[in-house]
């Protein structure tokens, strides 16, 4: 297995996140550079001085998806998430995000396809939890996501697939051709690796919704009592709708079909919106923006021959969530520089027209 380390933008007056970088074999030369570029783009875009392990390869996926992402997570209270976002406030998104988390010991949460609804057993029908369980008073966070946030989380890995301690493991698919040169644009049939490495780097960070365990695990019985649904993330607690914010509650963790804003003051103003859920709601993963919307990188297919880049909008989440920008002017894939002494060397298609593939995370 090749492994290289990958820095940040040289010349920054702060210090930037490291990626560690582990190839499995059959991954080419040419992937491997690709990928270091796109982790190079991250790196370059925070400030925070945190080391990722990341674990990358290629295989044959199912059809329709073109790369797939499994992060290591680990849980903590609330109390401690809370207290760690307010010490790391830095930007005028962080304040707002913080003064949505209510200064108690839990959150409440808009909930539905529990055992224990009060609407009956698995019924789609919301309602609001807030009876301070383990799932109002956890959060589940990518190993990346709490590093940035100075929370210590579980050294493990990913039986299978990581050799060693890793924070995520990434797989691209050997199905469909791969433009892995952005510098001359997307080749027509091809797809843009770069990008799509962006994207799947960007759900090891922390964009995930826990709402897509909630989604796949309630199409039949049993269903979940709602205290066994700890998997509420960081990006979670900006998710909310209408109906939530007008029963009160700090997020909406229900799957099925309607808008979800991403809002940092419960929806009395939006920012964007998220999928709504592959099995109950828009048939795209909940950790993702929603679809045809070209809202950034994180939207949840590609085509080929695009390149796009990311957004405003991509930056403002992840500041949301505990990770310090260098600005939301973040340099393009391609005019960055590397800090290894060899080093080798956007989720394509946010149109309305997509077409041939959609990207799925491995949760």
Same mark, same amino acid.
């Given at each position: 297995?090749?492994?290289?380390?990958?820095?940040?933008?040289?010349?920054?007056?702060?210090?930037?996140?490291?990626?560690?970088?582990?190839?499995?074999?059959?991954?080419?030369?040419?992937?491997?550079?690709?990928?270091?570029?796109?982790?190079?783009?991250?790196?370059?875009?925070?400030?925070?001085?945190?080391?990722?392990?990341?674990?990358?390869?290629?295989?044959?996926?199912?059809?329709?998806?073109?790369?797939?992402?499994?992060?290591?997570?680990?849980?903590?209270?609330?109390?401690?998430?809370?207290?760690?976002?307010?010490?790391?406030?830095?930007?005028?998104?962080?304040?707002?995000?913080?003064?949505?988390?209510?200064?108690?010991? #839990? %959150?409440?949460?808009?909930?539905?396809?529990? &055992?224990? !609804? +009060?609407?009956? =057993?698995?019924?789609?029908?919301? /309602? *609001?939890?807030?009876?301070?369980?383990?799932?109002?008073?956890?959060?589940?966070?990518?190993?990346?996501?709490?590093?940035?946030?100075?929370?210590?989380?579980?050294?493990?890995?990913?039986?299978?697939?990581?050799?060693?301690?890793?924070?995520?493991?990434?797989?691209?698919?050997?199905?469909?051709?791969?433009?892995?040169?952005?510098?001359?644009?997307?080749?027509?049939?091809?797809?843009?690796?770069?990008?799509?490495?962006?994207?799947?780097?960007?759900?090891?960070?922390?964009?995930?919704? #826990? %709402?897509?365990?909630?989604?796949?695990?309630? &199409?039949? !019985? +049993?269903?979940? =009592?709602?205290?066994?649904?700890? /998997? *509420?993330?960081?990006?979670?607690?900006?998710?909310?709708?209408?109906?939530?914010?007008?029963?009160?509650?700090?997020?909406?963790?229900?799957?099925?079909?309607?808008?979800?804003?991403?809002?940092?003051?419960?929806?009395?103003?939006?920012?964007?919106?998220?999928?709504?859920?592959?099995?109950?709601?828009?048939?795209?993963?909940?950790?993702?923006?929603?679809?045809?919307?070209?809202?950034?990188?994180?939207?949840?297919?590609?085509?080929?021959?695009?390149?796009?880049?990311?957004?405003?909008?991509?930056?403002?989440?992840?500041?949301?969530?505990?990770?310090?920008?260098?600005?939301?002017?973040?340099?393009?894939?391609?005019?960055?520089?590397?800090?290894?002494?060899?080093?080798?060397?956007?989720?394509?298609?946010?149109?309305?027209?997509?077409?041939?593939?959609?990207?799925?995370?491995?949760?």
């Amino acid at each position: 297995m090749l492994c290289l380390t990958v820095f940040g933008l040289m010349g920054s007056a702060r210090a930037n996140p490291v990626f560690n970088l582990a190839f499995t074999g059959g991954t080419s030369p040419t992937e491997q550079a690709a990928f270091a570029t796109a982790a190079n783009y991250w790196a370059s875009a925070f400030d925070d001085n945190v080391a990722i392990n990341l674990t990358v390869g290629t295989a044959a996926l199912s059809s329709g998806v073109l790369a797939q992402a499994a992060s290591v997570r680990s849980t903590f209270s609330y109390s401690s998430f809370r207290s760690k976002m307010l010490a790391d406030i830095s930007s005028a998104t962080d304040t707002a995000a913080v003064a949505h988390l209510p200064n108690t010991t #839990g %959150v409440s949460m808009y909930l539905n396809y529990t &055992s224990n !609804s +009060p609407n009956g =057993a698995g019924s789609a029908t919301p /309602y *609001v939890d807030a009876d301070g369980d383990a799932n109002n008073t956890t959060v589940r966070i990518t190993n990346a996501n709490a590093k940035a946030l100075g929370l210590t989380p579980i050294n493990s890995t990913l039986l299978g697939l990581c050799d060693a301690f890793c924070d995520g493991y990434i797989q691209f698919s050997t199905g469909y051709s791969w433009d892995l040169d952005r510098s001359n644009g997307i080749s027509a049939g091809a797809f843009d690796f770069v990008g799509l490495a962006i994207h799947e780097i960007g759900h090891a960070l922390g964009f995930l919704s #826990g %709402v897509d365990y909630l989604d796949t695990n309630s &199409s039949e !019985s +049993p269903y979940k =009592a709602d205290n066994l649904l700890t /998997y *509420v993330s960081p990006l979670d607690m900006f998710r909310c709708s209408a109906a939530s914010a007008s029963a009160g509650t700090t997020l909406d963790f229900t799957a099925g079909s309607g808008v979800r804003n991403f809002s940092l003051d419960n929806c009395a103003s939006s920012l964007g919106r998220f999928a709504e859920g592959a099995v109950h709601g828009d048939g795209r993963q909940a950790s993702h923006w929603k679809d045809s919307l070209a809202l950034g990188i994180m939207d949840p297919t590609a085509a080929p021959g695009e390149l796009l880049a990311v957004t405003p909008l991509d930056l403002i989440a992840f500041d949301a969530i505990g990770w310090n920008l260098e600005s939301l002017e973040v340099p393009e894939p391609g005019t960055l520089t590397f800090g290894a002494a060899w080093m080798l060397g956007l989720l394509a298609m946010r149109r309305r027209s997509r077409a041939n593939g959609q990207v799925r995370d491995r949760a």
